[in-house]
Each structure stands twice: as C-alpha cells, then as structure tokens.
C-alpha cells in the first residue's frame, strides 16, 4: 500500500544530542514537509522541499537541518541549537505544490523527548 | 501573515449534529481542507472544497463556505463516539511555497 512511513515512532534525547527522524513515501510525490506539533498548538512548518536536491525554510527552522537526497526520503535532524524539541513530528508530503489541489497526505508521526 | 481561526473545543452527545467552524484571513484561498486527528496519529484528510463552491457533502460530512466572510465550517450528521477527534481546518492558496495554513484544532468530544 501506498504511504507515508515515519520512524521511530518514540524518541528520547539527551541534552547536547542530535537526533535524526525518517520519513519515507512511496506515493511519488514531490513535495514533502516536516510540521512540528505542540500541546494544544496547530502544526507549525519546519521545513518543506518542492523538488530532490533542494529544500526551503518554514516558519520555525532554528534548531533543524534537513537533506532531500531522494524523492522518496526527507529526513529531519533535531540539532542540539533546538532548545525546546520535546514535541509530535509530522511528516507530510503532496503530488503538487501549486496551482492547486495540493492534498497533503501525513506519516503518522514521531514523539520526540528531551531526557 | 495569513491566519486561520478555530473554536478550540466543542461537546455533543451521540446521535446530534456537530458543526465546527473555521475563519480565515488570505482572500485569495483557493482550497480549503478539513483534517482528522485522533490521540497520538498523524492527520486524516476528511474532506476539501474549492474556493468557487459554497458546499460540498460527502456522506455524514457537509462542508459550507462562506467566502465573502472568510468562514467555512465542517457539519458531522449523527455523531459517533468514533468521531471524537481534533478537527483541523486547513487553507492555502496553491502558491509557489505549497504549503497549508492550519488552524489550531478543535477537540470534538462526543458523550454516550
């Protein structure tokens, strides 16, 4: 079936670590997104990639660097400069970024928390 | 900057109607989106409407745009304890960046 798969779906991480969270879609699309979800809060956007090889801030990118090496992967690292990480992490990603009908479709997400 | 504005929580009892409503700020929205999240889950796309329609039903769901107001609200017919979810209105406009404006969520609680 087609989807979109995030892993590990529990994190943990020490002060000072970077960790790393996977996302991959077997949907062919091209754009794919990192939102970033808190108690209570709306998704707030990460970072976001339209195309393999490039990729663009969002909103709340400090603290976060990102690689689109494939179509298929987006991996999102969670630097040690992220202060508050402890958050639900969702991956999303669509077959279109403009003109429209751009339905997003989401991984089930990752709990990251700082130990 | 673009803003989308939800009611954060909402109770009905199984059986009623539900409607959830959302306000948006950028006139030039051109689909707008209701998402589904259940406890600990990624979001669910329920349903999405052009912004040239003022309703589009699907089943137990009718989404109802008002664009001259910027309101769009999401009607649930007979509510389930199943459809106890966050309900997350969602708009963007297609441009370059793609990317979707959310509102905050509204908890839906359905009581037996």
């Known amino acids: 079936d087609g989807g979109i798969t995030q892993s590990p779906k529990y994190l943990f991480r020490k002060e000072g670590q970077n960790v790393t969270l996977s996302c991959e879609q077997n949907?062919?699309?091209?754009?794919m997104y990192w939102y970033r979800q808190d108690p209570g809060q709306g998704l707030r956007l990460i970072y976001y990639?339209?195309?393999?090889?490039?990729?663009q801030k969002g909103d709340i990118a400090e603290g976060y660097s990102v690689s689109r090496e494939k179509k298929e992967s987006f991996p999102l690292t969670v630097t040690s400069a992220q202060k508050n990480p402890t958050a639900f992490y969702l991956c999303?990603?669509?077959?279109?970024?403009?003109?429209?009908?751009?339905?997003?479709?989401f991984g089930e997400g990752s709990w990251l928390t700082v130990v | 900057g673009e803003d989308v504005e939800q009611s954060l929580f909402l109770s009905v009892r199984e059986g009623d109607s539900s409607v959830i409503n959302c306000t948006y700020t950028d006139s030039s929205s051109t689909y707008l989106y209701w998402y589904k999240q259940e406890p600990g889950a990624g979001l669910q796309l329920l349903t999405y409407i052009f912004s040239n329609m003022d309703m589009k039903q699907d089943q137990r769901l009718t989404v109802l745009l008002n664009k001259k107001d910027k309101h769009l609200s999401l009607r649930i017919a007979d509510t389930q304890t199943g459809d106890s979810a966050i309900y997350f209105c969602a708009e963007t406009n297609g441009g370059s960046q793609g990317n979707l404006i959310f509102g905050k969520g509204t908890k839906l609680s359905v009581k037996p």
């Open positions: 990639s339209q195309i393999v090889n490039d990729f």
């Open positions: 949907l062919n699309h091209d754009a």
């Open positions: 999303a990603s669509t077959r279109s970024t403009g003109g429209g009908g751009n339905t997003i479709y």
